[in-house]
Every structure is written in structure tokens, then in C-alpha cells.
């Protein structure tokens, strides 16, 4: 599976969007981008997965070049409850291959 | 739905000591995954069960570390003999299949190994 890039941390003002970057430059034709985010001290969960075209859910919006090889999640209202580390993971969708978390992005929501 | 089951949350061993970990899946999730996850680093794969059969236990240390998903169900994770270098959050998850999108975790137990 393709190694992703992400920004150690990153601060936020609530009530804001929030936008965190992911380059995965060596993904290939048929990986998803994955992205699970991880509440301190909760286990990991899914917020959005994408091929190619831009996808929107009731979390977030998960944006993908047109080339593929880098992504943004985007939080459109952030909120405290959003603080988290978001992990940006690249995998083949329906094969069973595990996700790779990498270390991810430490996100700060401030009042 | 009740969600994924783990016990117990917190655990303290020391060294050369053994300890077993507890798992439910969500009901109905054929998938089940144990993780490790070392403080600063993200979740890595110990193990995945499709029903009560392995799927990957490449990055399992099978000399210590042995699991078991008796019945298609529930899994228990044992650390035996345990090292310093085992202490972190194990994480169990479950899916519907070992290729949907989606894996619902638990909230963990924490081994500190002394």
C-alpha cells in the first residue's frame, strides 16, 4: 500500500473549517484514500474513503487531486469535540489489505 | 447497536509475567482485527480473524504473542512471556468483512509492562 504524508499537528479556531492535507504521490490506480480520526483515549473511527471523485458525508468533505496523489479532509464547522489525531491511509478497497495508520495529524480545535 | 467490547481497560503486569486481553465484536461482524498502538504512533495490525479462521498474522511475534477467535466470535489476545516493550493500548476491531471500508473499534486496554 502507498506511504501517505501528513503535517505532525495543526491548530484550528471553532466555528471554522478545518483543512488537512495528505500526500500520497506514490498511490496507485485502484487505492482508496481512507480517513479515521482517534479521539484521546477512544479507539479509531471512520470518518470518509474516496477513489477519484470528491465525496461529502455528514462529517466531512474529503476533496482528491485531480492526479491523485494528495487529498484534503475538510471539517466545514469544526468544533472541540473534533480535536483529534486524523489519520490519512491509502489502500486497495476490496481486498482485505490492512490499514497503515502512520503517525497521522495531531488536530487542536481553540475556543 | 452495542458497540465493540473489550476488557479489561487497564492492565499491570510486570516483565516475564502473561496477560490476556478480551474482545466482542460488534454482532454479526465476520471481521475481527487486534491491533498495537505505541504511545505517538498510530494503530498497527497484530492479527485478523475472517470468522474463526487467520487471515494476516505477519506482524504477530508468534513467540510471545498468541490469539484465538473461538467460535467465529469472541477473541482473547495473550502476551506470554510479556517484554518492557509491550506496553501499549491493544485495540480490537470488527467489521462486516475483511474488505469493507469500515472498522468499528473498541476503546481499548492499556498494558503497562513493568
Known amino acids: 500500500d502507498a506511504k501517505t504524508t501528513q503535517p505532525t499537528s495543526m491548530d484550528c479556531a471553532e466555528g471554522r473549517a478545518a483543512n488537512l492535507p495528505c500526500n500520497h504521490s506514490?498511490?496507485?490506480?485502484?487505492?482508496?484514500v481512507y480517513w479515521y480520526r482517534q479521539i484521546h483515549s477512544q479507539g479509531p473511527q471512520y470518518i470518509i474513503h474516496g477513489l477519484k471523485n470528491n465525496e461529502t458525508n455528514e462529517m466531512a468533505s474529503l476533496i482528491i487531486t485531480e492526479d491523485r496523489k494528495s487529498s484534503t479532509l475538510i471539517l466545514p464547522h469544526a468544533t472541540l469535540r473534533d480535536t483529534a489525531v486524523y489519520y490519512c491511509?491509502?489502500?486497495?478497497?476490496?481486498?482485505?489489505?490492512?490499514?497503515?495508520f502512520g503517525t497521522g495529524t495531531s488536530l487542536t480545535v481553540i475556543p | 447497536e452495542a458497540g465493540v467490547a473489550q476488557s479489561p481497560r487497564y492492565k499491570i503486569i510486570e516483565k516475564r509475567q502473561s496477560v490476556a486481553f478480551w474482545c466482542n465484536p460488534i454482532?454479526?461482524?465476520?471481521?475481527l482485527y487486534w491491533y498495537q498502538q505505541i504511545l505517538g504512533q498510530g494503530p498497527k495490525l497484530l492479527i485478523q480473524f475472517q470468522n474463526n479462521g487467520v487471515v494476516d498474522d505477519s506482524q504477530l511475534p508468534k513467540d510471545r504473542f498468541s490469539a484465538e477467535r473461538l467460535k467465529g466470535v469472541d477473541s482473547t489476545l495473550k502476551i506470554q512471556p510479556a517484554k518492557l516493550e509491550d506496553s501499549a493500548v491493544y485495540l480490537c476491531?470488527?467489521?462486516?468483512?475483511?474488505?469493507?471500508?469500515?472498522?468499528?473499534f473498541g476503546p481499548g486496554t492499556r498494558l503497562t509492562v513493568t
Open positions: 506514490t498511490i496507485s490506480g485502484n487505492e482508496y
Open positions: 491511509i491509502v489502500r486497495f478497497s476490496n481486498t482485505g489489505n490492512q490499514f497503515y
Open positions: 476491531a470488527s467489521s462486516l468483512g475483511t474488505g469493507t471500508y469500515e472498522q468499528y
Open positions: 454482532s454479526g461482524h465476520a471481521t
